[in-house]
């Protein structure tokens, strides 16, 4: 598809969810970091929670949110289930002239979408679909060293090695009780006074305020950091920062960011099973990537994870080659 020369127009699309988000903006993200580009994010939502029906009895106008309408963008990227009433649309109301990604497995037809860009572990498969090991996320080399300077007065007088604890939660597979929360608080701490190091910790939305409170508590007399939603959040300073990083296994997208920066990564199951993040954590372990947390915090370096530059770039190559 042909521009005239101007920047490509960019929108980022999905309910606002930091998670979802963060696919939909860090794909095109790279995108912009190929060619230029204006993005623009936005968040939907719908009336009187219709958007729990099946994104076919959604009518559009039924839409909350930020507005939706011509002109519409060169591309469309579209995260989460929210999006679908309009991703599986957009073909139609743009005639063909907007480029429509939608990241994760849509369960809606593939001919609706030029690019649909599924995680691995969900074996999603077509002539349009663009498997990638995880989920597309905003994390580059760049961005990393910025976020590491606009924290580095707080973090470079920590001991080494410094350890970020990235905490997941409750979710459709998972929870994590306090007695949970608190074992592992303890084996983490552990493992960082084993170490004399210290810790970085962050939190998720989806971590329960007792698991939460009892972790701040347990880690407390760590030296480090322990984010408590006050002021800018430091979680990818925290990657950044880190020597090794340990992150809980109900997330694709937190062991996806983890794996972008090349540190030693070790993952902790909590209470909970779900048959395709298990698929996931094999491949990064079967790639050597991540290893199962046993209180020892020393590992090998490897190639950082890059998987949204690489779907970008087919993203590119395809939107090139449409009409």
Excluded: C
């Amino acid at each position: 598809m042909a521009t005239g020369g101007r920047p490509l127009r960019i929108w980022a699309v999905s309910d606002g969810r930091a998670g979802i988000e963060a696919q939909a903006l860090g794909l095109a993200e790279a995108v912009a970091r190929l060619r230029p580009a204006h993005i623009a994010t936005r968040r939907i939502g719908w009336r009187a929670g219709l958007g729990r029906l099946p994104w076919r009895l959604i009518p559009p106008a039924a839409r909350t949110g930020d507005p939706i309408e011509a002109p519409w963008p060169d591309i469309w990227i579209g995260a989460g289930r929210a999006t679908l009433p309009l991703s599986t649309r957009m073909l139609t109301w743009a005639e063909g002239r907007t480029f429509v990604v939608q990241t994760q497995d849509p369960k809606a037809p593939l001919k609706r979408f030029d690019l649909v860009i599924p995680p691995e572990h969900d074996g999603l498969t077509g002539p349009n679909v663009f498997p990638i090991l995880g989920a597309p996320n905003r994390i580059s080399p760049e961005k990393l060293l910025i976020e590491r300077a606009r924290f580095a007065e707080r973090i470079d007088p920590l001991p080494h090695p410094r350890v970020a604890v990235i905490i997941g939660g409750k979710s459709k597979a998972h929870d994590l009780p306090r007695q949970a929360a608190l074992a592992i608080a303890r084996r983490i701490a552990a493992g960082v006074e084993a170490a004399g190091g210290s810790i970085l910790l962050s939190f998720t939305r989806r971590t329960p305020r007792v698991a939460r409170e009892a972790m701040t508590a347990a880690l407390a007399h760590l030296p480090g950091i322990i984010w408590d939603e006050t002021g800018e959040n430091p979680y990818f300073a925290f990657l950044a920062a880190a020597d090794a990083i340990l992150v809980t296994e109900d997330s694709t997208n937190l062991a996806t960011d983890a794996a972008a920066t090349g540190v030693p990564l070790f993952t902790i199951p909590i209470p909970g099973h779900s048959a395709k993040l298990g698929r996931f954590h094999d491949a990064l372990r079967a790639r050597g990537i991540a290893r199962p947390y046993v209180g020892d915090l020393t590992g090998e370096a490897y190639e950082p994870l890059a998987e949204t530059d690489r779907a970008a770039r087919e993203l590119l190559r395809r939107y090139d080659g449409s009409s």
